[in-house]
């Protein structure tokens, strides 16, 4: 008698292959792309958050407010994260005078001082902090690394990439989402 699969297992291959489908994968292939368009249907609010980043500050999503903010959870080990970070530091260069913050949040879990050797390999200019899973719990988990949300100056999140996302993708969503009004305090 043939033996078939349990549902166990299916579900299984099918995590495995979303997974390796959307986000770092060996060969760091994956890009995602996304639109330039704004989304067709309401995305929630930021939750807020604070980590102490690296370099010994604190950075908190409520201090952001009016800001238009990107969030990026990386690790050191993965290939398409070292592809865009340079792409981030340009963009954060090119437009923090006109409200953009990044902030990279590292899921790495060897350490510190890997994160900050690294951070000083690619000489990152936006701060960076470590989390232990309690903010990406908040955004929905991570399923992949990376893994970047756009937030809104209103606080609302207006894009989520799982997989790389390049600079040229990226940077006319950034340019829209910064000429929108500052909400009114």
């Known amino acids: 008698m043939k033996r078939r699969p349990t549902v166990s297992v299916l579900l299984g291959g099918v995590a495995i292959a979303i997974l390796l489908a959307s986000g770092c994968r060996g060969d760091g292939k994956q890009e ?12 929630p609010i930021a939750q807020d958050f ?21 969030i990026n959870f990386w690790a050191t080990w993965c290939a398409p994260c070292r592809e865009e970070i340079p792409d981030f530091i340009e963009l954060s260069n090119d437009f923090s005078d006109e409200g953009l913050r990044f902030v990279g949040v590292s899921i790495d879990e060897v350490g510190e001082g890997v994160v900050r050797d690294f951070v000083a390999e690619f000489d990152i200019s936006y701060p ?54 500052q909400p009114s305090t």
């Open 32 to 43: 995602t792309t996304i639109s330039d368009e704004a989304p067709t249907f309401e995305l």
């Open 50 to 70: 604070e980590l102490e980043a690296i370099d010994g500050s604190t950075f908190r999503l409520a201090d952001h407010a009016g800001y238009v903010v990107v």
């Open 128 to 181: 960076i902090a470590m989390d232990a899973d309690s903010v990406a719990a908040r955004y929905g988990g991570h399923y992949a690394v990376p893994t970047t949300f756009v937030v809104g100056r209103a606080g609302r999140i207006r894009h989520r990439v799982i997989g790389k996302v390049a600079g040229s993708t990226l940077r006319p969503i950034l340019e829209r989402l910064l000429r929108e009004e």
